[in-house]
Structures are given as structure tokens and as C-alpha cells.
């Protein structure tokens, strides 16, 4: 069974890094597409990255390309998201999501959740 825990969230300072971590405690192994979304207050959940299972393919939306990186160990089955240049927008709840291989920007495309960490940048 696919159990996501997120890690690495926090409170940093505009133009600041953090690291966020998705380790994945059942068996998805390299199977399965990963992807970070986020969801400030009163907004709607949003896609951030994805990453198919071999990590040889990457997307990203806009608002992030070029300053955050997402990666993945499978031996250690853990996801990771670099987060560089922070800015107060980038403000939200980030949650790590799994599925079957599907490689979409959709929320409703991933099957399995995380249960999110809090990311706070202040200006």
C-alpha cells in the first residue's frame, strides 16, 4: 500500500531554499509518476512538478521553472523538491501525490496523497 509522508517544510525568508521530501513507506519502487502541487488559502490546489518513474522526464509549471528542481531516489523510494528563490507567492501547503504512470498536471490524475507540509516565506 502506497503511504506518502511529506518532509521539509518550514518558515524562510525571501530568496531563501528549502528542500521537501516525499518518502513513499509502501512498495512503488519506480513504478509510479510523482508529482508536487500546492494550495495557498483560498486557492485552488496547483500543480507544481512532476517526475516519471526513471526521473528521466521532468515538468514544471511556470510559476516555478527555473527555481525549483524536483528529483527522485528510488532505491530509497523518496521524491524530492529543491525550492530556490523563494518568494512570499510560493507561500502554500505542498503535498506529494503518486499514481500509475500517468505523466499529467491534473490533481485528479494521482491516486495516492500525502498529507502535506506547510512551506511560509515571508517578505
Known amino acids: 500500500q502506497v503511504q506518502l509522508v511529506e518532509s521539509g517544510g518550514g518558515l524562510v525568508q525571501a530568496g531563501g531554499s528549502l528542500r521537501l521530501s516525499c518518502a513513499d513507506s509502501?512498495?512503488?519502487?519506480?513504478?509510479?509518476?510523482m508529482g508536487w502541487f500546492r494550495q495557498a488559502p483560498g486557492k485552488q490546489r496547483e500543480f507544481v512538478a512532476a517526475i516519471r518513474g526513471n526521473g528521466g522526464t521532468t515538468d514544471y509549471a511556470d510559476s516555478v521553472k527555473g527555481r525549483f528542481t524536483i528529483s527522485r531516489d528510488n532505491a530509497k523510494n523518496t521524491v524530492y523538491l529543491q525550492m530556490n528563490s523563494l518568494k512570499p507567492e510560493d507561500t502554500a501547503v505542498y503535498y506529494c501525490?503518486?499514481?500509475?504512470?500517468?505523466?499529467?498536471?491534473?490533481?485528479?490524475?494521482?491516486?495516492?496523497w500525502g498529507q502535506g507540509t506547510q512551506v511560509t516565506v515571508s517578505s
Open positions: 509502501g512498495r512503488t519502487g519506480s513504478m509510479y509518476t
Open positions: 501525490a503518486g499514481n500509475n504512470g500517468v505523466f499529467m498536471r491534473t490533481a485528479a490524475s494521482y491516486e495516492y
